[in-house]
């Protein structure tokens, strides 16, 4: 199976024209800061509507950390969005797996779907307190190593030094998570 091209782009995940975009969502499903509430107000009430459904089905607890899940993309240039739990950053305890397991859920979501492109913002790495160039090593090594269909992974960062740090990563050779 080919590995997917892998790229690193400064700019606004909400506006990203890919077949799916991840949202770094809380587990609630219901919208909160950072990605997901920009993705929650940029793709408009569609979105909530999808994610409340899946509460009163499926996930009437939450999301779990490092699972995902899709929605509809409502006004979004993307068709679906993935939502995936990020785990919170710990010192003392090693989170890495499921950090990576973010990744490979999410693309395990978008081979369901038949998505070819996929844009990931920089999961964890806001208010979850992932130190940047962890986050990054860890997503891009586990996307390298993913087993998937998705052709095309696009890193999308909102600002300049995340998109440094993700562009570092990316030219690096990355061990394994």
């Excluded at 999808?50 to 999301?63: E, I, N, T, V």
């Excluded at 993307?78 to 859920?105: K, M, Q």
């Excluded at 999961?123 to 891009?140: E, H, L």
């Excluded at 909102?158 to 030219?171: I, K, M, W």
Aim: charged share 20%; with cysteine.
């Amino acid at each position: 199976m080919p590995k997917p091209r892998i790229t690193v782009v400064r700019g606004d995940i909400t506006k990203q024209d890919t077949d799916a975009i991840v949202n770094a969502a809380n587990s609630s499903l219901l919208g909160g800061g950072g990605v997901d509430g920009a993705i929650h107000r940029a793709g408009g009430p569609e979105i909530l509507e999808a994610c409340r459904a899946l509460r009163a089905s499926h996930y009437g607890r939450g999301l779990p950390t490092g699972q995902a899940v899709a929605t509809t993309a409502g006004r979004l240039p993307a068709r679906w969005v993935i939502h995936t739990v990020g785990p919170v950053y710990s010192r003392n305890e090693d989170r890495s797996a499921l950090l990576a397991a973010c990744h490979t859920n999410s693309l395990k979501v978008a081979d369901t779907l038949g998505a070819k492109t996929v844009a990931f913002p920089a999961i964890s790495t806001g208010i979850f307190g992932w130190p940047m160039a962890d986050a990054a090593r860890i997503a891009v090594a586990t996307v390298r190593a993913a087993a998937t269909e998705v052709e095309e992974v696009r890193f999308v960062l909102f600002d300049e030094s995340a998109y440094q740090v993700f562009a570092q990563a990316l030219t690096s050779p990355t061990p394994p998570p």
